[in-house]
């Protein structure tokens, strides 16, 4: 059996510092369906928006149970993807039908004529429309989340080049978030009465150069293709219209656009040198938009990629992480040392799959609160800690708990389940404990079972969008940048 390799996660940490706080490296995010479902602790979940999988299945099925010829004809179709190796996904279904409706011309294909065909997929994306459309109760959830803080830390970010967006999600949570903390940005369209997608200035970005970018590369509510005009464009955001990429690309170069331009700008920004693309809710299940990245990185010398993967799941009541399994973001990664893959459980760095894992605990000069943003004891999962144990137990002398425990165990004083009697107060004072009783009490217990049986793993929480957001905004705090030694750190 090979040697396990282990990564401290403090050590990639303070890179992902230098990188964010320092204007050494360009930035550029890819954002695709899991940054739509998160949402962060407290706040609305009115602005969540189920993933890719989830949204199929619910399409699926409510289609299926109106129309028998249209349940066949998908389980034909779902059928055939997964006999090419291809997820059953709402956007290759999509593509699949446009393909038979342009194919099928007077005769039928799996019951259905061409006008039926044209009808299954105009359904398809209206149920699209109507569950990424979460802009229309933005009222209850704009005031606080994920996305609006995104925003603030772009904000306040100050950095030299512009930071630039690629998502693949459809729904407006980027958009609310930048406009609503003001913050400008441009999505390739010009124009006010009727705007339109303008090719030339996504690929030259001397046009509004330090403006945010923000492309959407499969598509948006809002887009629509003119038949007149044969251009793009993008309507009022209650308007019903949505344009769902790359479903007809095969069949229409008058339609590529923006799509072909996205793409192309996407892997410009990876070839060019001295640049950071950090993935975000992207599960890799575009093989498009994988090749894109894969070609790309290749040819360039200084780029680098660095996913957080959200690999986290259960079933049948365990949990499990799905880096740990043969996934296909595995397999590009191991094959490619530019590509970093950060899943909760384990990673993939430099080509090399490892476990994350503490390599010392926390010293007395390391501010605990700086890795709880980070990183969770696997202790605290399974409730042998508290949230932000790391803080206390710093603080408390471990000779001194384990002398008061072995005292209080040979005296009777605790029970077998650790509970203290309250009649020997007067023995934690002896000790120099302090605090209220029922925290030194908790702590006792605490802080000997950590040491004891301490290994330093845990799961890495910035693979969640939302705790990846609050490390972004904690690195525009001052107080943070003095903490990680930075306090002359150029902005």
């Known amino acids: 059996m090979s040697d396990i390799n282990y990564f401290d996660p403090r050590e990639y940490v303070r ?11 360009r930035i550029g995010f890819l954002f695709g369906a899991g940054t739509s479902y998160a949402v962060k602790n407290g706040a609305s979940e009115k602005s969540r928006v189920p993933g890719i999988l989830k949204m199929t299945e619910d399409i699926v099925n409510e289609i299926s149970s109106k129309s028998s010829l249209f349940k066949t004809a998908l389980e034909k179709i779902q059928i055939e993807l997964k006999n090419d190796n291809l997820e059953p996904t709402i956007e290759h279904l999509l593509s699949n039908i446009t393909q038979k409706h342009i194919i099928v011309g007077g005769e039928s294909l799996c019951g259905l004529d061409k006008a039926a065909w044209a009808e299954l997929k105009k359904q ?50 980027f958009e609310i978030g930048l406009e609503h903390n003001d913050v400008p940005y441009y999505d390739g369209f010009i124009g006010s009465y009727y705007p339109f997608f303008f090719s030339s200035s996504v690929e030259d970005l001397q046009f509004l150069p330090m403006i945010t970018k923000l492309w959407k590369l499969h598509g948006s509510l809002g887009w629509e293709y003119d038949e007149n005009s044969r251009k793009i464009t993008r309507t009022l955001p209650d308007d019903s219209n949505i344009m769902v990429y790359p479903s007809f690309l095969k069949y229409d170069n008058s ?53 957080f993967y959200y690999d986290k799941y259960r ?122 009783f029922s925290d030194v009490e908790k702590d006792i217990i605490y802080t000997i079972d950590y040491h004891k049986d301490w290994n330093g793993e845990g799961e890495f929480k910035l693979s969640d969008f939302s705790y990846f957001i609050n490390f972004l905004q904690n690195l525009n705090s001052e107080d943070y940048i003095k903490k990680i030694g930075r306090k002359n750190a150029s902005r």
């Open 315 to 436: 079933k049948e009541g365990e949990t499990f992480y799905g880096l740990d399994d043969d996934c296909e973001i595995k397999k590009i990664a191991l094959s490619n040392r530019k590509l970093s893959v950060y899943g909760m459980n384990s990673a993939i760095i430099g080509g090399k799959y490892g476990i994350w894992k503490l390599k010392s605990r926390i010293r007395e000069d390391e501010d605990a609160v700086l890795l709880d943003l980070f990183f969770e004891d696997k202790y605290s999962e399974e409730g042998y800690l508290p949230k932000n144990a790391f803080t206390r137990i710093k603080s408390i002398d471990y000779d001194n708990s384990k002398k008061l425990w072995e005292s209080l165990k040979t005296n009777s004083i605790i029970d077998e389940k650790g509970i203290l009697s309250k009649d020997y107060q007067e023995e934690l004072k002896k000790y120099k404990f302090d605090a209220p």
């Open 255 to 307: 339609k590529k656009q923006p799509y072909v331009s996205f793409m192309d700008r996407l892997s410009n920004f990876i070839k060019k040198d001295d640049g950071v693309l950090f993935v975000c809710g992207y599960s890799f299940g575009d093989y498009h938009i994988n090749d894109v990245l894969n070609t790309a990185l290749e040819k360039s010398n200084t780029s680098h990629l660095v996913v």
């Open 15 to 25: 890179g992902l510092q230098q990188i964010f706080i320092s204007d050494s490296k």
């Open 124 to 173: 398809i994306e209206d149920k699209i429309k109507t569950i990424v459309s979460v802009h229309k109760q933005k009222s209850d959830y704009m005031d606080n989340f994920t996305h609006g803080d995104f925003a603030l830390w772009i904000k306040n970010a100050g950095r030299k080049e512009a930071v630039e967006i690629f998502t693949t999600n459809y729904d407006y949570l």
